[in-house]
């Protein structure tokens, strides 16, 4: 048995479509990881996993849901995520306890409650971003970030000087960032053993690509000198 995970890194929006013909072409199984991208996702056939945990755009604690179309699928998935139960106290499938707590939904609805608002925030933190950015050419941001979706995470790709140069300068500043992915998950040592194709965009990724500082009431007049700090380091 196989499956394909595409990830939608970092919330950028998935193309639900394709996925849908590559699984009815090939007969591969489809499971979207789409962990940061609730701000763009949809119910469609192909299944998507979101994550609400306490650093995305809806954080209830800790838990996640499967988005899907398809009422077969997820009620397979409700018996498998409850000991197997389907209408009798009998395990029938292969299960595990897998329901979010009472408390974390009650975080959630109230986090729900006000999402206009948390994403609201979220999307003028990236509003800002981008156009602190709009002169550098150096600086690339994820297509449609700030613009059709918001996430709880800035990133910014810099061929030169690079994330690690990035990195360095803003600590200087006493400016946080993160480096999301570490060296690649092909460099980690629990997975590095593994069989693998080239990894040429990921390495380059790696090189480049640095999280920003980003919370919903994070100030304009601080995003203005990080990116004062991002912009003297490419210069
Ligand atoms: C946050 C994130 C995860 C992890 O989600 P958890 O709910 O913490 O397990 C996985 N994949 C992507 C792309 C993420 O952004």
């Avoid at 919330?11 to 591969?28: K, Y």
């Avoid at 206009?116 to 800002?128: D, K, N, Q």
């Avoid at 156009?131 to 941001?141: L, Q």
């Avoid at 593994?194 to 480049?208: E, Y």
């Amino acid at each position: 048995m196989a499956a394909v995970i595409p990830v939608s890194p970092f919330g950028a929006p998935i193309d639900f479509a394709s996925w849908q013909a590559f699984r009815d072409e090939t007969g591969v199984a489809v499971v979207i990881d789409a962990a940061a991208a609730f701000d763009t996702i949809c119910a469609a056939s192909v299944p998507a996993v979101v994550s609400l945990h306490a650093t995305k755009v809806l954080g209830i604690g800790e838990g996640g849901f499967v988005v899907a179309t398809d009422a077969n699928f997820i009620e397979e998935l409700q018996k498998r995520a409850n000991f197997g139960f389907w209408g009798s106290r009998e395990a029938t499938v292969r299960s595990l306890n897998g329901k979010i707590s009472e408390y974390a939904a009650a975080v959630g609805l109230a986090a729900l409650d006000t999402s206009p608002v948390t994403r609201a925030g979220f999307a003028r933190v990236a509003r800002t971003y981008r156009e602190a950015f709009a002169g550098e050419p150096r600086i690339v941001m994820q297509p449609g970030f700030g613009e059709c979706c918001v996430a709880s995470t800035v990133v910014v790709a810099a061929e030169k000087p690079g994330a690690e140069a990035l990195a360095r300068a803003l600590a200087a500043n006493r400016i946080g960032s993160r480096r999301w992915c570490g060296g690649g998950l092909h460099r980690h040592a629990a997975f590095e053993q593994f069989p693998r194709h080239q990894t040429t965009h990921s390495d380059m990724l790696v090189d480049r690509v640095i999280g920003l500082p980003c919370w919903r009431e994070l100030p304009n007049e601080d995003i203005a000198q990080i990116c004062d700090v991002v912009a003297s380091v490419c210069a």
